[in-house]
């Protein structure tokens, strides 16, 4: 149903790597967000953006940066990953119109060794 | 800020069967919305049902129904005719209806079905 992506869907790195992660959705929502979830957990917000050139921090202090240059695009960067930073990150948008409905991408497992 | 709180972190139902899931949330705010959200095992999350505050009748989406007690600050999903299907874990969230607002979920409570 979601028209959201996310790669990629697995990474496993070693300790001090710069990542990127990717996230894009065709669906032409303003507001995007990452969550952060470790398994069998709940969701913590970690950024969020309500449009180009907006970005937030979220609830969950986070070592990532984001930026939203375009609509479709909001990456999460990680500059020196570390073994704290193993987790799922998850990517969801959202529109006003649709009663601020979550689509969510499948996420990325990332793993830092 | 709002608080969510899911008190069952693990629920199990036999197929067929019926099941709720318990949330309670808090807020000072009288207009909001509540949400359940289903992820099942390395799949997509997607919306189950979504409630608004202001409207007193409870939302239902085909198996799907909650129980929304304002008052109480109480909002229960219940599953009827369990499927194998419905296996996964379940989050609660509330949103206030604010443009800057944003989601808050509770901590989920995994679901099992059994045959």
């Known amino acids: 149903e979601a028209d959201i992506y996310q790669t990629p869907r697995y990474l496993v790195i070693g300790t001090g790597k710069k990542i990127t992660l990717e996230c894009s959705q065709t669906m032409g929502h303003d507001k995007m967000y990452w969550y952060q979830q470790d398994p069998g957990m709940e969701l913590h917000l970690i950024h969020y953006s309500y449009g180009v050139n907006s970005t937030e921090k979220g609830d969950l202090s986070s070592e990532s940066t984001v930026s939203r240059i375009r609509t479709e695009h909001f990456p999460l960067t990680l500059e020196s990953a570390r073994p704290s930073h193993t987790s799922q990150y998850l990517c969801?948008?959202?529109?006003?119109?649709?009663?601020?409905?979550?689509?969510f991408g499948s996420g990325t497992q990332l793993s830092v060794l | 800020a709002q608080t969510v709180t899911q008190s069952q972190p693990e629920m199990s139902v036999q197929e067929a069967e019926t099941v709720t899931l318990s949330c309670t949330y808090d807020t000072s705010e009288s207009d909001y919305y509540l949400f359940w959200y289903k992820q099942p095992p390395s799949r997509q999350m997607i919306l189950v049902i979504r409630q608004e505050a202001y409207k007193q009748q409870n939302a239902t989406e085909n198996r799907f129904s909650v129980n929304f007690q304002k008052a109480a600050k109480s909002f229960s999903l219940k599953i009827s005719d369990s499927q194998l299907g419905d296996a996964a874990m379940y989050f609660c969230a509330c949103r206030l209806n604010s443009g800057y607002s944003t989601l808050t979920f509770g901590k989920g409570t995994m679901l099992l079905v059994s045959p």
């Open positions: 969801a948008s959202s529109d006003y119109h649709m009663g601020e409905k979550l689509f």
